[in-house]
Nanobody, 124 residues
């Protein structure tokens, strides 16, 4: 069982930046592709970004390309989401997730372990 704990959320003005972190309890963290998802009130959980086990491949939803960067440090069992040029529509609870299969997926159903989430609020 992989336990994931997110941190780094908060309140920021539009145009600002935040860096989210997600630390895993599992020493085999490097064997899991990782993803970030978000869920706004009244909306379904949606894919934000994903990264392969080594970090060589990254994937983003179109609306965050060029603004968000996903990265990982396997020595620290941590995945990051650097968010720049934030917009009010980025407001949501952000969750990190680990996937057992090495095949890339943008579906929440494709991920096996989830963190509790961290709130990101962007004011206009």
């Amino acid at each position: 069982q992989v336990q994931l704990v997110e941190s780094g959320g908060g309140l920021v003005q539009a145009g600002g930046s935040l860096r989210l972190s997600c630390t895993a309890s599992e020493r085999t963290f490097s064997s899991y592709p990782m993803g970030w998802f978000r869920q706004a009130p009244g909306k379904e959980r949606e894919f934000v970004a994903a990264i392969s086990r080594t970090g060589a491949r990254t994937y983003y939803r179109d609306s965050v390309k060029g603004r968000f960067t996903i990265s990982r440090d396997n020595a620290k069992n941590t995945v990051y989401l650097q968010m720049n040029s934030l917009k009010p529509e980025d407001t949501a609870i952000y969750h990190c997730a680990a996937r057992i299969s090495v095949i890339h997926s943008t579906s929440p159903a494709g991920y096996d372990y989830w963190g509790q989430g961290t709130q990101v609020t962007v004011s206009s």
